[in-house]
């Protein structure tokens, strides 16, 4: 028998410990104050970006109430002395059920982005999703993640050649699955980038897949080849200041010297490409099947809401669905995603693997969601906080949290394995 405490009682008693030296955590661990102290790390255009969501930011509203819809119904004399927490991914043991949810243009809040927020997935050895819009390419944050699991999240735009170019590098690079995110093929009316007058692409920000990629350089060759040098000479004309500084930061964040990008059309070329590609209005399901002939990947397709959506994917025979509403920052107005994850758990039965996002702040959240069905929980937005405030360190400690509070709570809650968690430890909230 072990004398060993549990991870969660462990770091709460560190915590502790060192308050009696007058000692806080860097990092705090109430996720409101968590988010008030990143959000004066960041400026306000990061902050509408990251914190933001589309229209009156109902969605939004909507994925933090329902978690309130629901409560915890607690077990006593139940032992509880060893807690088992882990979970299996695509035939991986994985520590907790927690994964990094794909977050773009990481740079806005940390020099290092996506590259600290992968050595903090190694630390905790928690899987991380990397994003299209990652601020770095995916064989750098691969390198990062030392062997640590790891998914790639593909927008896929109007250029094929892009699309499958980017699913065949993350095979290559070590990825376990692709995730298809279905809900951004266009960008949502996001009021708070709007008010800002503000998209971080256009900045050249967010763009480091694209940028490092074969298939996206030959479009970018194509589009300066087809400019004619009057229309390169109008556009150069009588350039404003915030034009100027526009272009300072794509020369800055192109591939090379930042003396050389400013005198080069590429990197100008490379964002006006992007945005050209990156919206895609007639993706089907169709053409989503084709991704069997590109990979042998397991594949993952992000943004079920409906459950005839669930039932369609699982037919077409994806590996996983990724239940999300984009953390509330596409349609105004939609389903909190939690009620979505029990309409597609009823839908398509016990076996299949279903991630859950969107609205979660907390364990407590989590193990809701775990008892709705949910296979594994992806955290979006604090670790983010986490990111803004210490980098690699901000964002292990955030995991950290989300770790031990989940062990605390499961003793609590009297379960000793994460995979007994049901419907019998959760009710609808009673008025």
Same mark, same amino acid.
Not at 55 to 74: I, K, M, S
Not at 165 to 181: D, F, H, L
Not at 340 to 351: F, K, S, Y
């Given at each position: 028998?072990?004398?060993?405490?549990?991870?969660?009682?462990?770091?709460?008693?560190?915590?502790?410990?060192?308050?009696?030296?007058?000692?806080?955590? &860097?990092?705090?661990?109430?996720?409101?104050?968590?988010?008030?102290?990143?959000?004066?790390?960041?400026?306000?255009?990061?902050?509408?970006?990251?914190?933001?969501?589309?229209?009156?930011?109902?969605?939004?509203?909507?994925?933090?109430?329902?978690?309130?819809?629901?409560?915890?119904?607690?077990?006593?004399?139940?032992?509880?002395?060893?807690?088992?927490?882990?979970?299996?991914?695509?035939?991986?043991?994985?520590?907790?059920?927690?994964?990094?949810?794909?977050?773009?243009?990481?740079?806005?809040?940390?020099?290092?982005?996506?590259?600290?927020?992968?050595?903090?997935?190694?630390?905790?050895?928690?899987?991380?999703?990397?994003?299209?819009?990652?601020?770095?390419?995916?064989?750098?944050?691969?390198?990062?993640?030392?062997?640590?699991?790891?998914?790639?999240?593909?927008?896929?735009?109007?250029?094929?050649?892009?699309?499958?170019?980017?699913?065949?590098?993350?095979?290559?690079?070590?990825?376990?699955?692709?995730?298809?995110?279905?809900?951004?093929?266009?960008?949502?009316?996001?009021?708070?980038?709007?008010?800002?007058?503000?998209?971080?692409?256009?900045?050249?920000?967010?763009?480091?897949?694209?940028?490092?990629?074969?298939?996206?350089?030959?479009?970018?060759?194509?589009?300066?080849?087809?400019?004619?040098?009057?229309?390169?000479?109008?556009?150069?004309?009588?350039?404003?200041?915030?034009?100027?500084?526009?272009?300072?930061?794509?020369?800055?964040?192109?591939?090379?010297?930042?003396?050389?990008?400013?005198?080069?059309?590429?990197?100008?070329?490379?964002?006006?490409?992007?945005?050209?590609?990156?919206?895609?209005?007639?993706?089907?399901?169709?053409?989503?099947?084709?991704?069997?002939?590109?990979?042998?990947?397991?594949?993952?397709?992000?943004?079920?809401?409906?459950?005839?959506?669930?039932?369609?994917?699982?037919?077409?025979?994806?590996?996983?669905?990724?239940?999300?509403?984009?953390?509330?920052?596409?349609?105004?107005?939609?389903?909190?995603?939690?009620?979505?994850?029990?309409?597609?758990?009823?839908?398509?039965?016990?076996?299949?693997?279903?991630?859950?996002?969107?609205?979660?702040?907390?364990?407590?959240?989590?193990?809701?969601?775990?008892?709705?069905?949910?296979?594994?929980?992806?955290?979006?937005?604090?670790?983010?906080?986490?990111?803004?405030? &210490?980098?690699?360190?901000?964002?292990?400690?955030?995991?950290?949290?989300?770790?031990?509070?989940?062990?605390?709570?499961?003793?609590?809650?009297?379960?000793?394995?994460?995979?007994?968690?049901?419907?019998? &430890?959760?009710?609808?909230?009673?008025?």
């Amino acid at each position: 028998m072990t004398n060993e405490l549990p991870a969660g009682r462990r770091l709460q008693n560190l915590i502790y410990r060192a308050g009696l030296y007058g000692r806080r955590p &860097h990092v705090p661990v109430n996720s409101t104050a968590l988010y008030d102290a990143a959000a004066k790390k960041m400026s306000p255009r990061a902050r509408g970006y990251i914190n933001g969501s589309a229209g009156t930011e109902a969605t939004a509203a909507a994925n933090r109430t329902a978690f309130d819809r629901w409560q915890l119904v607690p077990r006593m004399a139940t032992p509880v002395t060893v807690r088992d927490t882990s979970v299996t991914l695509f035939g991986e043991p994985l520590d907790s059920p927690f994964v990094l949810a794909p977050i773009g243009v990481a740079e806005m809040v940390h020099q290092q982005a996506d590259l600290a927020t992968a050595e903090a997935a190694a630390t905790t050895r928690t899987p991380m999703t990397v994003s299209t819009q990652a601020s770095v390419p995916m064989e750098k944050i691969a390198a990062k993640l030392a062997g640590t699991p790891w998914y790639y999240q593909l927008y896929w735009g109007s250029s094929d050649e892009v699309a499958f170019s980017m699913v065949r590098r993350a095979e290559a690079a070590g990825a376990s699955a692709i995730v298809v995110t279905l809900d951004t093929f266009m960008l949502g009316w996001r009021t708070q980038d709007l008010d800002n007058g503000f998209l971080p692409f256009a900045h050249g920000m967010g763009i480091g897949q694209y940028t490092s990629d074969p298939e996206f350089a030959k479009l970018v060759e194509a589009r300066l080849q087809a400019t004619s040098p009057k229309e390169k000479s109008s556009d150069e004309a009588r350039p404003t200041l915030a034009a100027v500084r526009a272009l300072m930061n794509m020369s800055r964040r192109y591939p090379g010297s930042l003396r050389q990008n400013l005198r080069s059309p590429y990197p100008r070329a490379a964002v006006e490409t992007f945005l050209e590609i990156f919206s895609r209005t007639d993706l089907g399901w169709t053409e989503l099947a084709r991704l069997r002939d590109t990979t042998d990947l397991p594949i993952m397709i992000k943004g079920i809401q409906h459950a005839d959506d669930a039932r369609q994917a699982q037919r077409l025979g994806f590996d996983a669905l990724w239940i999300s509403n984009h953390g509330g920052r596409q349609l105004d107005g939609a389903i909190p995603s939690l009620d979505a994850l029990v309409d597609v758990r009823q839908t398509v039965g016990a076996e299949m693997l279903l991630i859950f996002d969107s609205g979660v702040r907390t364990a407590a959240d989590a193990i809701k969601a775990l008892a709705l069905g949910a296979s594994a929980v992806a955290i979006g937005r604090p670790y983010l906080y986490g990111l803004a405030l &210490h980098g690699a360190a901000g964002v292990s400690s955030v995991l950290d949290y989300f770790a031990a509070e989940l062990d605390i709570s499961l003793g609590l809650m009297g379960v000793s394995d994460i995979a007994d968690l049901d419907e019998q &430890h959760i009710r609808p909230a009673r008025s």
